[in-house]
């Protein structure tokens, strides 16, 4: 897999984290795009793309995502962090922070903290900034 700069600056450290540990989370199988510091959209059986596919893709899935019913599943990730899906569009978010001992023990993430970053998500497909893309290897 091979990370693509889109942004015409640095990426900031919670970007670099979020792109490690969607690398970590989708195993290097499948491809997306950072569409926001916490934000990726996947792309799972979509074939080798380039970043002009990958472009469309995001605009659709984010498209999806406003236009469609907000449901969401949230996840404790074996990291201890939390990890937001929405139904529609393929969107995943992840949390900044390494959740409480209680969501960890639990394996639940709050309710408050996984709306939140259902919120964050949607507002980055809004207007999606494509930061970055890690796509296959062509």
């Known amino acids: 897999m091979k990370l693509i700069k ?25 491809q997306f795009a950072l569409i926001g510091e916490k934000t990726v959209v996947g792309f799972s059986k979509e074939g080798d793309l380039d970043e002009e596919k990958a472009t469309k893709l995001v605009k ?13 599943s949230a996840y404790t990730m074996d990291d201890d962090y939390g990890l937001v899906i929405l ?6 978010i992840r949390s900044e922070d390494i959740l409480s001992d209680e969501e960890i023990e639990s394996g639940d993430v709050n309710l408050g903290r996984a709306v939140s970053l259902k919120n964050e998500a949607l507002d980055c497909c809004e207007n999606p900034e494509i930061i970055a893309f890690v796509l296959n290897d062509q």
């Not at 139904?87 to 995943?92: A, K, N, P, T, W």
Request: glycine fraction near 4%; avoid cysteine.
């Open 87 to 92: 139904s529609s569009g393929g969107i995943f």
């Open 60 to 72: 659709k899935s984010t498209r999806k995502a406003l236009s469609s019913h907000p449901d969401f």
């Open 6 to 30: 889109s942004a015409e600056r640095e990426f900031t450290k919670i970007e670099e984290e979020t792109i490690a540990k969607f690398r970590y989370y989708f195993d290097e199988k499948t």
